[in-house]
């Protein structure tokens, strides 16, 4: 009859000890860095937007003409004018109308750029790289001012253009900020792609080369599916910068008469809290926010599933 022998080392095993809670080291130094981050965050983050909030829900009471104001309670009454403002909603139409003007072309040129700056065809890559980049450095207000001096018929360095286009009248005054727009951002978002192309595994290259695909083949079956969450990122900063329009429309207000103290939901906040109506104001901020937070998330339900597989 045969025995079993039961080597000693596992006969005389100890039970495993329970899990303990790792101990937490350098707490202090953890504080000392993110307590000033979180400190100015809450200061200049929360606090304004808790105080529009608050200013929403507020309104001012006279007695008579020339009495005292007082500051009451209003519930969702500014949230109704607001709901009822024809002039806020026609702004948001507009920029929904330039995000479609303007989105598609700035997010595909970028893409080729960065496509082209990644491809061993090129040369000069150094050189064309500052130079898509450079607008991006030239602040928004000077981009807009250096663009309506080269519309503007009176003073344009191109009179024959200007004069016989009307690139400031109400047809094309908005794809003229469009082009200023695109000039401005397209090269900030070809970076971005540029910098995801660097991410792709050469080896991923070197496989598809030695199968025989070229370089467009390549970039539409390789590499533009790994940027496709770059793309996803830029959309959204895309999403969110389009319903924030604000110095180009204010510069060209100065230039064309096309452009009014409501062509953007940002130039009627900026009007209303001059009157000065600031609880109106607040009311169509908080509202503005929540139209760029629904859109943003909706894009990003929407192409999430592509894009991060």
């Known amino acids: ?3 079993s022998v039961v080597p000693p080392q596992l006969a005389q095993a100890p039970p495993p000890e329970p899990t303990r809670r790792r101990r937490v080291r350098h707490k202090g130094a953890i504080v000392g860095f993110l307590g000033p981050f979180v400190a100015l965050f809450i200061l200049f983050y929360l606090t304004p937007i808790a105080y529009a909030v608050w200013q929403s829900f507020h309104k001012v009471e006279r007695e008579g ?4 104001a007082t500051e009451v309670f209003a519930g969702f009454s500014q949230y109704t004018r607001v709901l009822e403002n024809g002039d806020f909603w026609a702004s948001i139409g507009r920029v929904l109308v330039f995000f479609v003007a303007s989105i598609p072309l700035q997010l595909g040129l970028a893409l080729l750029f960065a496509l082209l ?6 040369k000069g890559k150094s050189f064309f790289r500052l130079a898509f980049f450079a607008p991006y450095a030239v602040p928004g207000v000077i981009a807009a001012i250096m663009w309506g001096f080269i519309y503007s018929p009176q003073i344009s360095p191109f009179p024959q253009v200007a004069d016989n286009v009307d690139l ?12 200023v727009v695109n000039w401005v951002y397209t090269g900030y978002n070809m970076l971005i792609i540029y910098s995801a ?4 595994p050469k080896d991923v290259i070197e496989a598809a080369t030695i199968d025989g695909a070229g370089q467009v083949r390549i970039a539409w079956s390789v590499k533009i599916p790994a940027v496709a969450p770059a793309l996803v990122l830029t959309g959204v900063f895309s999403i969110i910068g389009t319903l924030q329009l604000f110095n180009e429309p204010r510069v060209f207000q100065s230039i064309s008469s096309a452009v ?3 062509y953007t939901p940002n130039l009627m906040v ?6 000065p109506d600031y609880y109106f104001a607040a009311a169509m901020s908080v509202v503005l926010a929540l139209i760029t937070c629904t859109l943003s998330f909706t894009f990003l339900k929407l192409t999430q599933k592509r894009a991060f597989g």
């Open 168 to 179: 400031l009248g109400p047809g094309l005054v908005m794809f003229a900020m469009v082009n």
């Open 260 to 262: 009014g103290s409501n």
């Open 1 to 3: 009859m045969a025995t």
């Open 270 to 275: 900026d009007a209303t809290s001059n009157i």
């Open 117 to 122: 700056l990644d491809s061993p065809l090129v």
């Open 65 to 68: 003409t020339f009495g005292k």
């Open 197 to 200: 192309l660097q991410a792709i």
